[in-house]
């Protein structure tokens, strides 16, 4: 008695994104595969392309009539300073500005495990200060484990072991004297507090 085999399922992938076409909504460029979609697919979404091309239309004149535009209202004496202003203030996605970072150490003492901390660090390497060198040194002062290690930001910094918050302010500044004591802060209770 022989059995049928069952014929292997047929899947329309996104030529776009790679992705089951069923499973484009909730891809990372939805937008984009949309065309692709209306072509190769229209039966899976037809809610989506109901309106058709009008609707591709309106949302295209939209989309160019909002424009930012650089603030050409004014124009100042000095053409080297504006140039160097658009140099400073990067646009994100979305049109968001991005602030040019301010050189600022921060320090931060994490508790974990009841009474074990660590005193993170973060913010040296803005004031030209190598971060191995640094850590090193904030071992051997200390007499604790000091490593450089990326944080959530994806930005390096040092984790020491231990509450050193007490003394590291004197540290910093007596060994890198491009450190002003202004530009130290702590973070107590999630807001940044001046340490001076």
């Not at 992705?19 to 072509?39: T, V």
């Not at 074990?116 to 604790?144: I, N, R």
């Amino acid at each position: 008695m022989a059995t049928e085999k069952p014929e292997p399922v047929k899947v329309l992938y996104c030529g776009v994104c790679g992705l089951p076409a069923e499973y484009c909504e909730f891809g990372p460029d939805f937008d984009k595969c949309k065309p692709w979609l209306r072509e190769h697919a229209p039966d899976l979404y037809p809610d989506l392309f109901a309106g058709g091309e009008k609707d591709v239309e309106k949302t295209a004149e939209q989309l160019q009539g909002v424009g930012i535009s650089s603030g050409g209202g004014a124009t100042s004496s000095g053409g080297e300073a504006s140039a160097s202003k658009q140099e400073e203030v990067k646009r994100l996605p979305g049109g968001k500005i991005k602030k040019k970072e301010k050189p600022e150490v921060v320090i931060e003492k994490i508790v974990r495990n009841k009474r074990k901390c660590v005193t993170v660090v973060k913010g040296l390497e803005l004031f030209g200060v190598k971060l191995s060198d640094a850590s090193k040194k904030l071992g051997k002062k200390f007499a604790t484990g000091a490593s450089v290690v990326k944080g959530p930001t994806e930005k390096e910094q040092i984790d020491v072991q231990g509450d050193i918050s007490y003394d590291i302010i004197e540290f910093i500044t007596d060994t890198w004297p491009d450190v002003p004591e202004s530009a130290i802060f702590f973070i107590e209770d999630g807001k940044k507090v001046p340490a001076a």
